[in-house]
């Protein structure tokens, strides 16, 4: 059953996890799993300092040649009623600085150690969602 905006945005505020989505200049799609704060119509992430070959992350060249991306968060469960997806589709900026508060209240591996990398905002400017409990029971 689809599911409106407050419902899809109501996921993403209590999601630990989602998939970003974008794509390089050359038009190849990324897709990688970050952590990440709801605040109001934006979402955060940040790089941190958990192990990376770069600070330089490909998704950063994705975002500057391309600010299109979507995000996804959902749920997956034996038991098929459960299933549910949301998405935000929205404009990525980069930022060397910007209120990372909403992140280190989120995740407490980040209250003795903030990320210090550049901060991605998402700009959402729709939310969709998808969840099987009615449609699976005929509800």
């Given at each position: 059953m689809r599911r409106d905006r407050d419902w899809a945005w109501a996921r993403f505020a209590e999601a630990r996890v989602a998939r970003l989505a974008t794509v390089s200049a050359a038009g190849a799609p990324?897709?990688?799993p970050i952590?990440?704060?709801v605040t109001g119509e934006r979402l955060i992430t940040a790089v941190d300092h958990k192990p990376k070959s770069t600070t330089r992350l490909a998704r950063l060249d994705d975002i500057a040649a391309n600010p299109a991306v979507a995000l996804?968060?959902?749920e997956y469960d034996e038991d098929w009623t459960q299933l549910w997806w949301a998405r935000a589709d929205g404009r990525a900026s980069v930022h060397d600085s910007f209120d990372i508060a909403?992140?280190?209240a989120k995740y407490p591996p980040y209250a003795g150690r903030p990320p210090a990398g550049p901060v991605i905002v998402v700009e959402v400017a729709r939310w969709t969602g998808w969840s099987?409990?009615?449609?699976l029971t005929g509800g």
């Open positions: 990324r897709l990688v952590v990440f704060a996804l968060v959902d909403p992140l280190v099987a409990a009615d449609s």
